[in-house]
């Protein structure tokens, strides 16, 4: 009797894990902004990395001044991005661009 509830609820488990989608392609819709948000968040801790990297003498002085120049840079053009659209009207979950 406990092989046989044991065998069951396995089944129920196995289908219960590995239950495919109606749609196996499904994704969730984002926004241009809902990528440069990610896109920031990115960037900050690339910044966040390479600071903490510099500070362990992993870089030379002038690598890393590149380096965080190049990320600044990167972000600025993000976050001025992310404020024209918002500027525009174009929310996060608003018409995609």
Same mark, same amino acid.
Do not use: C, H, N
């Given at each position: 009797m406990g092989a046989i509830t044991g065998a069951v609820l396995t089944l129920? %488990?196995?289908?219960?894990?590995?239950w495919p989608e109606k749609n196996i392609f499904f994704q969730a819709d984002?926004?241009?902004?809902?990528? %440069?948000r990610e896109r920031?968040?990115?960037i900050y801790e690339n910044l966040r990395d390479l600071n903490f990297e510099y500070l362990a003498g992993?870089?030379?002085e002038q690598d890393y001044a590149e380096?965080? !120049?190049?990320l600044e840079d990167e972000a600025a053009q993000v976050i001025s991005e992310m404020e024209l659209l918002?500027? *525009?009207?174009?929310? !996060?979950?608003?018409? *995609?661009a």
């Open positions: 129920a %488990l196995f289908a219960y894990v590995f984002k926004t241009r902004i809902d990528y %440069l920031k968040d990115v992993k870089y030379p380096q965080r !120049a190049a918002e500027q *525009r009207g174009m929310s !996060a979950r608003g018409s *995609r």
